[in-house]
């Protein structure tokens, strides 16, 4: 199956999409960017469905504010009954092309899924203050034995560890493409990234030596409205809900011909993580 979930419109733009599966229903996170004709407002937003098929009109779950544009959701993870979606924020308060140097990470959290916090900044370079610690975005957080290690871009992609989601150590750094998706499989990790186009995936065991396995576009060409990029992939595993399939890609197509970060969500599916229809 490969089925759009959201076209963008001459007011939104759907990206970045990240999923959880919570009480035997799917939870959509993305990007929603608001156009007025002036600005542009990015927020974390949200929708549900059962069957990949049916979705819910889109929840906003963070402020308007240029100079925080909360956006991209990288996942959630469960820790001591409560569940941590990362976000980042993407500050265009003056109308830069992109998020500015202020750009940071966070966790939003819940016990229902219904509720979120505000978010509250991670800080993924230890003790370093937030304004040393650099331009940041795009997180991703793999719960992986008793430790959790938060993925992010910059200097290709970063990586630190923790073992309570509070107190970190960074690790270090590695080439790769953005919006960074991990599976573990047994000693293997999976890495699902995005270059200039398409979605990569590479190997590793050891975060230090990676192995190219294939990129994949997702008949780009039949796509007007991915005409301009494939991107943002993300990959859960789905067994749980019978639809049929194994595991589902969510992606963001681009079409920036009306507006910058002009986008559009969709969903494809797949039984083994390595071919996608």
């Not at 240029?66 to 976000?87: D, F, K, R």
């Not at 430790?147 to 309570?164: A, H, I, L, P, Y």
């Amino acid at each position: 199956m490969d089925k759009v979930i959201f076209y963008q419109n001459d007011k939104y733009s759907y990206r970045d999409p990240a999923a959880a599966i919570f009480n035997g229903e799917l939870y959509l996170f993305f990007s929603l960017v608001e156009n007025d004709g002036k600005k542009q407002y990015f927020y974390v937003a949200m929708s549900r469905s059962k069957d990949l098929l049916h979705w819910s009109e889109p929840t906003i779950l963070t402020e308007r504010d240029t100079a925080l544009n909360y956006s991209s959701p990288g996942n959630v993870v469960e820790h001591n009954g409560e569940y941590y979606l990362c976000v980042q924020s993407y500050p265009r308060p003056n109308g830069e092309k992109y998020g500015n140097e202020n750009s940071r990470l966070y966790f939003m959290k819940t016990t229902d899924f219904i509720n979120w916090s505000h978010p509250e900044m991670i800080y993924v370079k230890g003790d370093i203050r937030a304004e040393k610690m650099g331009r940041m975005i795009d997180p991703y957080v793999l719960k992986d034995g008793d430790r959790f290690v938060c993925f992010f871009k910059q200097n290709g992609v970063s990586f630190s560890e923790s073992t309570d989601l509070k107190h970190w150590r960074f690790i270090g750094n590695a080439a790769c493409g953005e919006n960074v998706c991990v599976f573990k499989e047994a000693n293997e990790y999976l890495i699902f990234n995005s270059p200039e186009n398409g979605i990569n995936l590479m190997s590793t065991t050891d975060f230090k030596n990676y192995k190219s396995i294939d990129t994949f576009y997702l008949n780009q060409s039949k796509k007007p409205w991915a005409k301009d990029r494939i991107t943002a992939g993300f990959v859960i595993d789905i067994s749980e809900l019978n639809l049929g399939r194994k595991y589902a890609m969510f992606y963001h197509g681009d079409n920036e011909d009306r507006y910058l970060y002009g986008a559009t969500l969709a969903v494809a599916t797949s039984d083994d993580i390595r071919s996608w229809s």
